[in-house]
């Protein structure tokens, strides 16, 4: 099992762009997934989260501006990021509670993705 990111790159302040995270292999489900970014030197911070139900949070630093949604029919959650500021810039991961069918029962999982590289300049 893999979470896969992409949909990143290079983009000018204002712009946007929608990352996906789509989980490849066999699974049941995901649960709760996370989109987290990481810039040079700093800590990986939250910035947005959805559970298996709908229900969305998000940074103060994007609220209004990115959206997090899911597919589960395609076991894919999407960031889309408006308004883009040169502070967005970062490597952003997905984090994903993945569920397997064990011998014992379903079980949860927390999988990374690799990272998708997001630099906002002009």
């Known amino acids: 099992v893999q979470m896969v990111e992409s949909g990143g790159g290079l983009v000018q302040p204002g712009g946007s762009l929608r990352l996906s995270c789509a989980a490849s292999g066999s699974i049941f489900g995901i649960n709760d997934v996370g989109w987290y970014r990481q810039a040079p030197g700093k800590q990986r911070d939250l910035v947005a989260a959805i559970t298996s139900g709908g229900s969305t949070n998000y940074a103060d630093s994007v609220k209004g501006r990115f959206t997090i949604s899911r597919d589960n029919a395609k076991n894919t959650v999407y960031l889309q990021m408006n308004s883009l500021k040169p502070e967005d810039t970062a490597v952003y991961y997905c984090?994903?509670?993945?569920?397997?069918?064990?011998?014992?029962?379903?079980?949860?999982?927390?999988?990374w993705g690799q990272g998708t590289k997001v630099t906002v300049s002009s």
């Open positions: 984090n994903a509670e993945v569920l397997l069918v064990r011998p014992v029962g379903v079980r949860s999982y927390s999988y």
